[in-house]
């Protein structure tokens, strides 16, 4: 049952006036109360197991009132009365009012029997205030209380979000936002808010109401239209209706206080039964260790060997040091937790732990008693007893050392004696051989104490009756067996050694006599093939004859060096014969050389072959040389005519050029007749030119016979063509000029005469150069001086003069048709004009324009075309 404190006062309440007031002004405000404060009332009275269907005639006999209270204020009421007489139910109703009076409420304007007379506003009147006592007067929010209290709650609950403002109990919650808020802030689970709009109240209103009522257990209070419907919602009603859910999110955390006292101390009690259990199980563990122990530490059965008693005597350390001082923390925790756990139990107003019978503090004492009685005297007898096995096993590790030190010196000494290394080793690797065999019976005869001591200590130990005797024995008689056998064999490998060095000396005086002589009489054959395979280039049949002599020369040494060639050989042929004589294996070749017997052979053979080649070459050779001489002569007797020839002819063309006389086509004629006498001697040429082919082909690069070359005969030759042929166009272009310009021959003589010598001031002279040799090569031609002064001596025409012609033929237009050009002139030049015209661009110009202007200036080049 919900229990509430009484205030000590009443300054919370409303006056009454203003109650009345209120509910005369509007009327939907008392339909409102009705559902409201029936709902609270009925919240309340099925905890009692009953309800209430009509505010105003359910509390008439002011029994349900009376139970009412009762379950709110969790006390008792004075005893009601049980008549069905008006009396009764005011004697009953009185008993609720003095009750209500009793908590500080001060009523106003209500009596007994208005409420059993049912009256509708006096009894909600009473409803609302008892809400107010026992509701909303306790609640206290940041030391504000009741009405306010609550008000700042719901602000605090809804702040975080933005859509929601709560200022008061009527008009801020129209849009049901603030009452899914306030079931959001405490149970997100159960709405998602989110997925609200502000602008849809009653949806928002309905969810509200419908999740406090199915997961809150808050009954439905109001109803969605009216708050809607309603410009104010009453505002009694919607404060019921919040503390309701002050009060359900209240007793949610009064609930879980209660938990968390229960979980106290559930957890007092596990912890308390984990000690006793860990005391159990650590007790069990204890003794369990105690009674495997105690057998281990009684066994006394002595050891046969040191190494068994050590580790005896190890076991026992590693329980003193290892196993048994954390058994002895084991004991004194068993006995703390013991204290502390019968101190907790007493603390806690729990009954004493009593452990399993055998497994009490005094029987872990009593155990751990016997465990250290067991101990004495068991470290001292593993002592005594490793004393007396001390002597003999320091014999024993002393003869199974110095064995193992002997065995590991014998290890691998056998089959080195053994081997036959060397059959293949050569002289320097065998005299190695005996100076390490030597070392070896040097340390040989210093191992021999060892095996006397082997001996003598394995005798002792016979003596003293060791226990593992058989196996020493054994070991000892190896060792000497293998001793002897080792003497023997060191013997047998130095006489191999001696022996094999002896016939390896020998046959290594042999190689080094056998690589002084091959290697002077290999380079001689090396060379002399290098010689005879040479090739060689010869210009004359002096040279060739040279090479013939030294040939001759060269075959005269063969005879000897062929008795060279067999005593090397002879040397190579004893080393073989030792060999198969005493059965020595080669390691390898002469250490002194390379050079094989097979090698000498066959490059004496490949000079044999070589020798009649050389002499079949310098035949060859010397023929062609006999026939180059005859080419030569042949060739120079004919460059030395051809050549003074030219050098005639080009000169006398030179003085023609100059010392003409008579007419220009008598000239022209003297010229054509003197260039066909000098083609005439073609064919000389053609036949110079045949012999010089096979000059070339022949590989002659030089001729003592002549100082021409066919380079300079055809240079020669062509300067002759090419002077003559200029010559003559000269004058036929002299002809030309002549009848365009109109000179007389007199004219031209004069001209001549001043090309031929002109003397102009240096200005004057620079001018004339322009003009007569616009390239600047330095050469003035005759061609060009007459085009000058026919130039500066004659009235030609000019580009003016031209252009001025174009205008007329224009009809004084600054450019000229295409038309007017095929009508004007002949087709020829009228197509030569139209080809060559740029289009005319002046301001004026219509389609087909063409610019004379241009094209005169360029017809005597003083712009380009």
Known sequence: MDH???????????????????????????????????????????????QIENIEEDFRDGLKLMLLLEVISGERLAKPERGKMRVHKISNVNKALDFIASKG????????????????????????????????????????????????????????????????????????????????RHRPELIDYGKLRKDDPLTNLNTAFDVAERYLDIPKMLDAEDIVGTARPDEKAIMTYVSSFYHAFSGAQKAETAANRICKVLAVNQENEQLMEDYEKLASDLLEWIRRTIPWLENRTPENTMQAMQQKLEDFRDYRRLHKPPKVQEKCQLEINFNTLQTKLRLSNRPAFMPSEGKMVSDINNAWGCLEQAEKGYEEWLLNDIRRLERLDHLAEKFRQKASIHESWTDGKEAMLQQKDYETATLSEIKALLKKHEAFESDLAAHQDRVEQIAAIAQELNELDYYDSPSVNARCQKICDQWDNLGALTQK???????????????????????????PFNNWME?????????????????????TTAHEQFKATLPDADKERQAILGIHNEVSKIVQTYHVNMAGTNPYTTITPQEINGKWDRVRQLVPRRDQALMEEHARQQHNERLRKQFGAQANVIGPWIQTKMEEIGRISIEMHGTLEDQLNHLRQYEKSIVNYKPKIDQLEGDHQQIQEALIFDNKHTNYSMEHIRVGWEQLLTTT??????????????????????????????????????????????????????????????????????????????????????????????????RELPPDQAEYCIARMAPYTGLDSVPGALDYMSFSTALYGESDL
């Not at 060379?527 to 210009?539: N, R």
């Open 527 to 547: 060379g002399a093939m290098e010689d005879l395979q040479d090739t060689f280039i010869v210009h004359t049949i002096e040279e060739i004859q040279g090479l």
């Open 725 to 822: 042929a200029r010559t003559i166009n000269e004058v036929e272009n002299q002809i030309l000029t002549r009848d365009a310009k109109g000179i007389s021959q007199e004219q031209m003589n004069e001209f001549r005469a001043s090309f031929n010598h002109f003397d102009r001031g240096e200005a004057e002279f620079a001018r004339i150069m322009s003009i007569v040799d616009p390239n600047r090569i330095g050469v003035v031609t005759f061609q060009a001086f007459i085009d000058f002064m026919s130039r500066e001596t004659a009235d030609t025409d000019t580009a003016d003069q031209v252009m001025a012609s174009f205008k007329i033929l224009a009809g004084d237009k600054n450019y000229i048709t295409v038309d007017e050009l095929r």
């Open 105 to 184: 409420v001060k009523l106003v304007s209500i009596g007994a029997e208005e409420i059993v007379d049912g009256n509708a506003k006096m009894t909600l009147g009473m409803i609302w205030t008892i809400i107010l006592r026992f509701a909303i007067q306790d609640i206290s929010v940041e030391e504000t209380s009741a009405k306010e209290g609550l008000l700042l709650w719901c602000q605090r609950k809804t702040a975080p979000y933005k859509n929601v403002n709560i200022q008061n109990f009527h008009i801020s919650w129209k849009d049901g936002l603030g009452f899914c808020a306030l079931i959001h």
């Open 493 to 519: 490998r130095r006489e191999a050694l001696e022996r094999t060095e002896k016939l390896l000396e020998t046959i290594d005086q042999l190689y080094l006599e056998y690589a002084k002589r091959a290697a």
């Open 4 to 50: 509430y404190d009484s205030p000590q006062t009443n300054d919370y309440m409303q006056p009454e006036e203003d109650w009345d007031r209120d509910l005369l002004l509007d009327p939907a405000w008392e339909k409102q109360q009705r559902k409201t404060f029936t709902a609270w009332c009925n919240s309340h009275l099925r905890k009692a197991g009953t």
